[in-house]
């Protein structure tokens, strides 16, 4: 293991003079990966990118390569790893390449490695995010189809190898910091639900929010892509336009937060200033703040129990004339009553959900199905195919297949 961690920082105060935190990036070419770099470049004194990961963009990856100078660089695509090799060696890079799954496990699971931020986008980055939380590392959660996938799992490996899980959705780091702080730093099962009457999960509602649903089958991709206040990745901007992303954060939050369903209330804020809440019993509600930039949860969770510049501006509260709250149209957005029944199963439902969204957001985005049907692909994988009780990783990932399958061949016949 490095020198580093967090006990040093807190006792030293300042970074200069001590060894830097080393991180990989798993997704390194994605929004949250690029997010992640723009903190990490302000804070060269605290942290080295000791590795970076992409799937497809190699262009992208060589070019954070030069930039950065990691150890390791993983690229997916193996038919891209020659090409690449060959144009770090002419840059004059010492970057050692790999490639695939195993490439992959390697860097989240290095011994050198302190923090490993997992922004791989949906189920490919479960086997990583799995590896990272096994070693023992400081893993920075934005995959959170991992935790959504195999939830049980992933909390009893981050358990038993003590790792540090911070969430990165600003919606589930909004509410870590909401929650009380000292019993947290211990593990999630010290929160006492009796002091908290419920969490309050926010959401913007999307581009899509006042839209009449008999335009809804029109939707195009381009326009659900174009989120009001975010910048994010395609297939979590789909996921943000159908509310199904607020129903993988539901799910997402009952694992991290060891709560069960009922405690979470979905509420829409229109203008994302607040990232979410906690209410207590005696009636105080704390709330998260601030501007709707993925910079301030990565900066929270990198430093964290620390704070550290995100580069993110602050909130100008003279300009700020309302913040409105609205409840959830489920009849528009059936994906939360989804999600919320999904949340309440303990069987493979969650697997399901998962894979055959992703699934339908692909066919959406391929321009094969309509926005409308995406909701309608999940609901039906969920009542089709056969509910069993995973308890492995292979029990995980042939529940996943099984629903892809099924998704893609109702897509088919639609
Ligand atoms: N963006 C946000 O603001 C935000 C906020 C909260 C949570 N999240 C979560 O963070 C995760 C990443 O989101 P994003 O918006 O950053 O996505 P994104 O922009 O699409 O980036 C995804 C990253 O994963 C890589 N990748 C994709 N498929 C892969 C595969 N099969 N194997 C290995 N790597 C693969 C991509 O490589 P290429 O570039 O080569 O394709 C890219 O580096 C998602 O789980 C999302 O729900 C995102």
Not at 89 to 98: D, V, Y
Not at 125 to 135: P, R
Not at 312 to 322: E, I, K
Not at 349 to 377: G, P, W
Request: hydrophobic share 45%; with cysteine; aromatic share 6%.
């Amino acid at each position: 293991m490095s020198q580093f961690n967090d006990q040093h920082l807190a006792v030293n105060g300042q970074a200069s003079g001590m060894a830097r935190g080393s991180v990989a990036i798993l997704g390194s070419t994605g929004s949250i990966g690029q997010s992640t770099l723009a903190v990490l470049a302000a804070h060269p004194d605290r942290y080295h990118v000791y590795a970076l990961s992409a799937n497809t963009r190699a262009d992208l990856l060589l070019e954070q390569c030069l930039t950065w100078r990691p150890n390791f660089a993983v690229i997916n695509d193996s038919t891209q790893a020659s090409w690449l090799a060959a144009a770090l060696k002419e840059g004059g890079s010492s970057t050692e390449l790999l490639v695939g799954d195993e490439g992959l496990d390697a860097i989240a699971s290095d011994s050198n490695v302190d923090i490993v931020m997992a922004a791989i986008v949906g189920s490919a980055g479960l086997q990583s995010t799995l590896a990272a939380v096994c070693a023992g590392k400081k893993v920075l959660l934005a995959n959170k189809e991992s935790l959504v996938m195999a939830g049980p799992l992933f909390m009893a490996a981050v358990k038993a190898s003590q790792a540090t899980l911070l969430p990165i959705d600003s919606e589930h780091n909004a509410i870590f910091q909401c929650l009380p702080q000292s019993k947290f730093s211990e593990s999630p099962e010290q929160i006492n639900y009796d002091e908290i009457k419920k969490i309050l999960l926010t959401g913007s509602g999307g581009p899509f929010r006042t839209l009449p649903l008999d335009q809804f089958s029109q939707i195009t991709p381009e326009q659900a892509c174009r989120h009001p206040n975010w910048s994010m990745g395609r297939k979590i901007s789909v996921d943000s336009a159908s509310m199904m992303n607020k129903g993988l954060e539901l799910i997402e939050a009952c694992y991290l937060f060891d709560c069960n369903p009922s405690v979470i209330e979905v509420l829409v804020h229109p203008q994302s200033i607040i990232h979410s809440m906690v209410e207590y019993v005696d009636g105080s509600v704390i709330a998260q703040m601030g501007q709707p930039d993925m910079r301030t949860p990565i900066a929270h969770a990198l430093a964290w129990p620390q704070r550290i510049d995100s580069g993110v501006q602050s909130l100008d509260w003279r300009q700020m004339n309302a913040l409105s709250f609205e409840a959830p149209d489920l009849e528009r957005f059936p994906s939360i009553r989804i999600a919320r029944e999904v949340a309440n199963d303990t069987t493979s439902a969650s697997i399901i959900f998962n894979a055959a969204n992703e699934i339908a957001v692909q066919a959406f985005l391929d321009i094969k199905l309509s926005f409308l049907n995406i909701t309608c692909v999940v609901e039906e994988s969920l009542l089709k195919i056969p509910s069993s009780e995973p308890s492995s990783l292979i029990d995980i990932k042939e529940v996943d297949a099984e629903a892809r399958r099924y998704a893609a061949s109702l897509i088919d016949s639609l």
